[in-house]
């Protein structure tokens, strides 16, 4: 990606997928002349452009505005809402953010970075609305939030905690602003600022960003305006919805269907007899080293896919895969704070990289396969290399982040999940009493993390699968 970023600053819209997908430099230097001789601007769209809408005005006037919570506001914007964000919009939770504060802090300069904040970003000053039978993004043009200050003589860090599970236990209305900052001091040497925000906002490269845009803006007091903002991205993003975009997944998925893990060979409790109950799984492995031009991702992805055909007896998988949804050439894209990241299907006989990643699993389900419009993905897995612990500084100031999250909702998904460490790969499973057993899970995380340990220490080996392994009958409509 930040081979990509750098071409993009210097006119070159090369795209990951691109880069991955050339074999030599020679291809790669002949993919950048053709991109050279057919690169088009990005054009800043009107209001409403990625709803559709002839009239925009009236949809805003008699719509939007009447289910807006505030007063004397002004909208910028009303866009769609992605496949990613639906869940989170829906549920109405939020996630918390701490960052833990050593020192003589200056309380009104932090306040002042964290309304520099709202002004930069425009995901920070979007409300959500249902429409439909989905949910639209409103972005608000101005927003004055004011960051309270508490002082307490506990702990700030456990009193900060208390706060957050005291505010999770209250939804935020729809039409509401969701972004909250609030300073909790411990006399004049510790402090924690807690910063509120729904998933619906926000993926793992966001948070790095704002915290650095806060520690500028204390310093600085201003901070330099964004290049993109997430407004830009997601009419960017529609760009992949076009006939080039639903060609290559119909002929990516072609003659495939969904592999899915059975609940009945593993063990699923019976949802009509006992609640659903989540089951969360982790494990450590010695960080492993990956053959020659192979990533850690590629290795957790072999290693996921190889147990897969062994539980399910497939030799063509599809299942899901997290991507971090950058890849588009729009310019400051890495600096985009908001949800760019997507699940896309991905079929284990193509080892290529994929292209056209912003597309949402429904669009792709009811453009380009036969599959019935309610496919879900029978597992998803995620390599997930950024680390939302982060140690920075505030003028001189340490500060440290952790997450309070107090969701209750179980997941009806398979999540697998690697997290690479300094000297270690940690490996987490998420996944449904429905799907399967706490027993079947633990055998499944064993598996996949001896898998990637043989993969790494003796790629030459061949490893066996069982002798009925299969390719499945691809689904056809009826």
């Not at 494990?283 to 192979?294: A, K, L, S, T, V």
């Not at 000297?423 to 429905?434: A, C, E, P, Q, T």
């Not at 003796?458 to 056809?476: F, I, K, W």
Request: with cysteine.
């Amino acid at each position: 990606m930040r081979f990509a970023t750098i071409a993009r600053k210097n006119g070159i819209n090369l795209s990951v997928a691109s880069i991955f997908g050339q074999a030599t430099l020679v291809d790669l230097a002949s993919k950048t002349r053709m991109l050279l001789s057919n690169d088009e601007p990005i054009q800043k769209q009107p209001p409403c452009w990625s709803l559709g809408i002839a009239n925009p005005e009236i949809l805003i006037r008699d719509v939007i505005s009447p289910c807006i919570a505030m007063e004397n506001f002004s909208i910028v914007d009303v866009l769609r809402t992605t496949e990613f964000q639906r869940p989170f919009i829906s549920s109405k939770r939020c996630t918390y953010f701490l960052l833990n504060i050593s020192g003589r802090l200056d309380e009104n300069r932090l306040k002042g970075a964290c309304q520099a904040l709202i002004e930069k970003h425009d995901i920070l000053r979007t409300v959500f609305l249902p429409y439909g039978d989905s949910f639209v993004q409103v972005v608000i043009r101005q927003i004055d939030t004011p960051t309270p200050i508490l002082k307490t003589d506990q702990d700030p860090v456990i009193f900060s905690e208390s706060i957050c599970r005291k505010d999770s236990e209250t939804e935020v209305p729809f039409g509401t602003p969701i972004f909250q900052s609030t300073i909790v001091s411990q006399h004049k040497s510790r402090h924690v600022l807690i910063i509120r925000l729904s998933h619906a906002q926000y993926d793992g490269v966001s948070m790095p960003v704002l915290y650095q845009d806060i520690a500028a803006a204390y310093l600085k007091k201003t901070i330099t305006p964004a290049v993109a903002n997430f407004s830009t991205y997601i009419n960017c993003r529609l760009k992949d919805h076009s006939a080039t975009g639903y060609r290559f997944w119909r002929e990516f998925l072609q003659g495939s269907s969904m592999t899915y893990l059975d609940g009945l060979s593993l063990g699923a409790a019976d949802a009509d007899k006992h609640p659903a109950t989540e089951t969360r799984i982790s494990r450590e492995i010695q960080f492993p080293i990956p053959p020659p031009g192979i990533t850690i991702a590629t290795l957790f992805k072999g290693a996921w896919s190889f147990v897969l055909a062994s539980l399910t007896s497939q030799s063509d998988l599809v299942f899901g895969q997290v991507v971090n949804g950058r890849s588009i050439p729009m310019d400051g894209v890495e600096q985009v704070v908001g949800p760019c990241v997507n699940i896309v299907p991905v079929r284990d006989q193509h080892s290529r990289a994929v292209p056209f990643e912003t597309l949402d699993l429904q669009d792709i389900v009811a453009n380009c396969t036969p599959w019935p419009q309610t496919t879900r993905l029978g597992s998803i897995a995620q390599c997930q290399n950024i680390d939302l612990d982060l140690k920075l500084s505030i003028d001189g100031l340490k500060c440290t982040t952790t997450v309070a999250a107090f969701h209750t909702e179980v997941t009806e998904d398979f999540y697998i999940v690697a997290s690479p460490m300094s000297d270690r790969l940690v490996i987490d499973i998420s996944v449904s009493s429905k799907m399967m057993s706490v027993k079947s899970a633990e055998t499944i995380i064993e598996k996949v993390s001896e898998t990637i340990s043989k993969f790494s220490s003796n790629p030459g080996d061949r490893l066996s699968l069982p002798e009925n392994l299969t390719a499945r009958e691809p689904y056809t409509k009826k």
